[in-house]
């Protein structure tokens, strides 16, 4: 099983922050994230990663999030880590190939291979005016973006032989020309020659992550992605999208083990499944209805819901049309299923969502969240899951110290870190070069 | 007196990496450059820097170069170092402005204001094709996009307030909206909103460097450079170069100390001047000529020099004129005035230029090294110096251990280190927030 700690502000649930639970160490203190990556270093997990977004969190006046961009972080997080592989999200909307190529080619040289790159198309409101956009590139435009630039990296990556530098003081021959080769790339979006200026990297190249889960999304997955984010709000819709994921990998050519599928859990942890009631009710109360209002808007690219009374329970019919939706599209889907399924008020929505934003939320004790944690993964909804402490990091300590000892006793977890890259944690394979 | 680590390659001279003093450690090993950072903290040097270029050196063939990528190198130095100051060269012709100003900011937060910015315009051949350009874009225009690019960045780092975030768990109030503001940038070249999604940095923004020494570079110098690195063949044209550079800042409405300059020097350094003689032959008999010319053609826009014997004294009807060079016109100017003056052998001009690429190259003593600089320093030549070992990490070492305590003893170099930031160590201002 393979553990990811999801890095979010001082923790995924939005009221984190005034809890007396929460830290205040400043989101901008490197400290912090060292530690953070320490914690998840002695709980032996596989990897840590950083979301990100191109323009200014809208509901940052009351939510402590923002701080650090993802690459320079991770990088000053490789220099103080030695084993836990490092998750930086870029985009492939606003960044030029050559550089994004470049800079995770370097990224998985400093870190002796422990880079995934987390592969994005920007969907908040606001990135596309920060870079000389009108407005934000329809949902369909961006995938087809995406895929173009996925060729042009890996090409790039693979611009190199791994055996190109030849360094033979005595013959003077540092480089073998022979070994290198231009890319030429002409495509729609795209015109790169290459070859990269960077030699190809430990891993090949970094661990291809993915997050989207559109019918888009799950496309672009299937033909690249190795491991795989996704919010799912039950374990039988965690178990149809494990399924229908992994039959679309097989169907584009490459192996259910190629792809790892990790949804996220947010657990809230205390020494009784009472108290962790108790603990998430505190949590929950500490919100602003505002800014839940303005999330929920977000997710549906600006639609108003602020008419709408708190308490009684929703209906679809509160709600636009998921799939017309251009922004985060497989989340609002999530989002009108629930209250399809389950006629929340809108206050007990805003409190679902509070907690981690749509991905899978609980409350209990340690025995009740490894319960649930190895039903989901021997039922076939997960091979893995990317961790959401709602509060960072106190809870990422309590599972640590009472979580993981439980997954190991049940023989379900590592005892201890096999192997060196990021392809070794998760078992995926270095890539072959098809040119060399 | 400023000294400031330019670190390049396995050393300046292109033959260090033959030579039985150059090191065998790879250039993608973090640890090489994590042991160049301690020696040069050990040595208390302001900064160390890195250059880069966005396509393959042509002369990587026969010259240990290339390697890792500046920002993300310098972020993972930052969480191996204390006391020392960085510098990432990061282009403003194939750069997107927002994602630029963002990597810095979140830079100088990690590094607790250690960060420095050396700014650029991609003159090296192949850049353009790796960014969709059918050409290069020619030097006016170049510069034209430097001076729009650092309005936005500039812009972008002010956006916030120092006091923006409030941090108020008790209230419920994370970020104050008043204290960050839109850009609104509307220019020839970009259009970006902002505000920056990080908050404003611990030095307010990163000391900004500069190294093109044209007219075009000396007006973008006058105007935003904090500290200059340049070219200079000798004392007389240092000072002239000197004297001007700091005329031209002050009529720009900025004062002498705002800027400070740094020229080149890279001392071939042994017990005696002799035997610091006999090392640089030595190092020059490694050298290949075919590698030589294919440096001195891109110096001169591709230029072929191939054709002219290797043992006649040249003249300046040989070469191109240097004004019509697009590339890094002012180091065609200094090669071209060399070559007027001193009447080179083809042979001997590429030797001059296999040590440090047109910079001050010079070989000697420890003793005659200190001479040096301190009669570059007091006659108004410099007000401290770029340091080019030939051979790193062994003349770097020479240098920290025999030159340092010389100019410790002379007074004209610390001997601890005073205050925390970049900004310190140069003497330097923290910016004041126009907007807040």
């Not at 002796?112 to 409101?125: A, F, L």
């Not at 949902?139 to 055996?163: I, K, M, P, Q």
């Not at 491991?227 to 039950?234: C, E, I, L, R, Y």
């Not at 639609?303 to 998921?322: E, M």
Request: no cysteine; glycine share 8%; aromatic share 10%.
């Amino acid at each position: 099983m393979h553990l990811n700690l999801f890095v979010h502000g001082r923790g995924h649930h939005e009221a984190s922050w005034r809890h007396p639970l929460g830290t205040r160490q400043r989101l901008t203190d490197l400290d912090y994230y060292k530690h953070l990556a320490s914690v998840a270093e002695k709980g032996l997990l596989d990897s840590l990663f950083l979301a990100d977004a191109l323009s200014m969190d809208g509901s940052i006046r009351h939510v402590a999030t923002g701080g650090l961009e993802p690459i320079t972080l991770v990088a000053a997080l490789a220099g103080a880590t030695s084993n836990i592989g490092l998750v930086a999200t870029a985009s492939t909307t606003y960044t030029e190939p050559f550089n994004l190529a470049r800079q995770f080619a370097s990224l998985d040289h400093i870190s002796n291979g422990r880079i995934g790159w987390n592969i994005v198309t920007s969907w908040t409101q606001g990135a596309e005016a920060n870079f000389g956009f009108e407005q934000q590139p329809p949902h369909a435009e961006r995938y087809a973006r995406a895929f173009e630039f996925l060729e042009v990296v890996t090409g790039l990556w693979n611009s190199w032989s791994d055996n190109a530098i030849v360094d033979d003081p005595a013959s003077g021959l540092f480089l073998e020309p022979s070994l290198i080769r231009a890319i030429d790339h002409q495509g729609a979006h795209f015109r790169v020659k290459g070859p990269l200026n960077v030699p190809r990297s430990p891993q090949g190249y970094p661990v291809l992550f993915q997050a989207g889960s559109s019918a888009g999304g799950q496309r672009f997955a299937a033909r690249y992605a190795e491991a795989v984010f996704t919010a799912q709000p039950d374990l039988a819709s965690a178990q149809a999208f494990y399924r229908s994921l992994k039959e679309q990998t097989v169907a584009a050519g490459r192996r259910k083990e190629d792809i790892a599928i990790l949804p996220g859990i947010s657990p809230v942890i205390a020494a009784s499944d009472r108290e962790a009631d108790a603990l998430w009710r505190e949590l929950n109360e500490l919100t602003a209805v505002e800014t839940g209002l303005a999330r929920l808007s977000n997710r549906f690219g600006g639609h108003d819901f602020s008419h709408l009374p708190l308490d009684r329970p929703l209906s679809v019919d509160d709600f636009p049309d998921p799939h017309g939706v251009q922004a985060a599209q497989s989340r609002a889907v999530v989002i009108t299923d629930l209250v399809r399924q389950q006629r929340p008020t809108l206050r007990e929505l805003l409190h679902r969502l509070a907690g981690a934003r749509g991905h899978f939320t609980l409350a209990g004790s340690p025995e009740r969240i490894a319960d649930t944690i190895q039903t989901w993964f021997e039922e076939g909804a997960a091979d893995g899951f990317n961790l959401m402490p709602p509060i960072l990091p106190a809870l990422l300590e309590t599972f640590v110290e009472e979580v993981v000892p439980l997954l190991q006793k049940r023989g379900l977890f590592r005892t201890h870190y096999e192997g060196t890259t990021l392809r070794d944690r998760y078992g995926l394979k270095r890539p072959s070069n098809p040119y060399f």
